[in-house]
């Protein structure tokens, strides 16, 4: 499963190598910085019924802290945020936009609304099955979940989601192969409010990193 970032196509997996290590909570750094560069590198994994599973390599996250008025959480805890209320490691998704989903990872101890967008990956595994839920024909592997809709749609992440526990679900995992690629870091993308801090993460050189070039170099 280990390849570089983004090589042209991802090395098959070799029966040599060892399986990548899921990380449970107690593996998961307690603050949302410190999570948000955790995360690139790491594999995001969503297991289907059948056994198979489809694999993208986490390319760019976005912080949203306590205090952040960017957040969903900052106005306090209700029905649709409450995930992001959670002990580290639980699972947010919301609808943006009437029309896509996006995929957080809730940061701070309990009680204490803080996440991670999760805003691209690089596909490694299922990368026909992403094709296929994003419906587009002529896109690149790299630009299957690039930007966190498409990311959700290629993963078929949905509400169905909201809440998931990912130290003790099996839905949807985290793993760690052992990649660490460089990080970046730059202002986050499409906000109205707080845009000025520097809480966007990203794998320098992954052409699945989304926005403008600018901000990636």
Same mark, same amino acid.
């Given at each position: 499963?280990?390849?570089?970032?983004?090589?042209? *196509?991802?090395?098959?997996?070799?029966?040599?190598?060892?399986?990548?290590?899921?990380?449970?909570?107690?593996?998961?750094?307690?603050?949302?910085?410190?999570?948000?560069?955790?995360?690139?590198?790491?594999?995001?994994? /969503?297991?289907?019924?059948?056994?198979?599973?489809?694999?993208?390599?986490?390319?760019?996250? @976005? *912080?949203?802290?306590? +205090? &952040?008025?960017?957040?969903?959480?900052?106005?306090?805890?209700?029905?649709? =945020? /409450?995930?992001?209320?959670?002990?580290?490691?639980?699972?947010?998704?919301?609808?943006?936009?009437?029309?896509?989903?996006?995929? =957080?990872?809730?940061? @701070?101890?309990?009680?204490?609304?803080?996440?991670?967008?999760? %805003?691209?990956? @690089?596909?490694?595994?299922?990368?026909? /099955?992403? %094709?296929?839920?994003?419906?587009?024909?002529?896109?690149?592997? &790299?630009?299957?979940?690039?930007?966190?809709? =498409?990311?959700? %749609?290629?993963?078929?992440?949905?509400?169905?989601?909201?809440?998931? +526990?990912? &130290?003790?679900? =099996?839905?949807?995992?985290?793993?760690?192969?052992?990649?660490?690629?460089?990080?970046?870091?730059?202002? %986050?993308?499409?906000?109205?409010?707080?845009? @000025?801090?520097?809480?966007?993460?990203?794998?320098?050189?992954?052409?699945?990193?989304?926005?403008?070039?600018?901000?990636?170099?």
């Amino acid at each position: 499963m280990k390849s570089p970032i983004s090589k042209a *196509a991802p090395a098959p997996s070799s029966s040599s190598e060892p399986p990548p290590e899921r990380l449970r909570r107690a593996d998961l750094p307690a603050g949302t910085l410190e999570l948000a560069r955790f995360l690139i590198g790491k594999l995001l994994v /969503r297991r289907l019924d059948s056994g198979a599973a489809d694999v993208g390599r986490i390319v760019e996250t @976005e *912080a949203y802290a306590t +205090d &952040d008025p960017a957040s969903h959480a900052y106005r306090g805890l209700t029905k649709r =945020n /409450r995930a992001l209320f959670e002990s580290h490691a639980h699972v947010y998704v919301y609808l943006i936009y009437g029309t896509s989903y996006c995929l =957080n990872i809730s940061t @701070e101890a309990r009680g204490i609304g803080a996440g991670v967008l999760i %805003r691209a990956a @690089e596909p490694l595994a299922g990368i026909e /099955r992403m %094709r296929e839920r994003r419906g587009r024909a002529g896109l690149r592997d &790299d630009e299957l979940a690039r930007g966190p809709g =498409n990311l959700c %749609r290629a993963f078929g992440i949905g509400p169905a989601f909201d809440g998931l +526990d990912l &130290d003790t679900g =099996n839905r949807l995992v985290l793993s760690d192969d052992g990649a660490r690629p460089e990080v970046g870091t730059s202002i %986050r993308i499409g906000l109205t409010k707080a845009v @000025e801090l520097p809480y966007r993460f990203y794998a320098r050189g992954s052409r699945a990193v989304s926005g403008p070039r600018s901000l990636s170099p």
